[in-house]
């Protein structure tokens, strides 16, 4: 399962690359809405693939001034 998610998530950012890459040519407006959409979809996609696949998320505590060996 995990390998399998690692593969959707590697597709989806592979795809946002692309896309970002379209966004850098002369497209017509319809073609640059497409790709946005397209981008956005991608992005939100991978998010939430991302955020089930791997579901913790670790934040950095801030240590007291005097944990750091600070005289107050």
Not at 40 to 64: H, I, N
């Amino acid at each position: 399962m995990l390998d399998e998610n690692l593969a959707r998530i590697r597709a989806h950012r592979n795809n946002i690359h692309r896309y970002r890459r379209l966004l850098k040519t002369r497209l017509s407006q319809l073609e640059r809405q497409f790709i946005e959409r397209r981008l956005a979809e991608e992005q939100s996609a991978l998010d939430g693939l991302t955020a089930t696949t791997f579901p913790v998320s670790f934040r950095a505590a801030k240590a007291p001034a005097n944990a750091l060996g600070m005289a107050q």
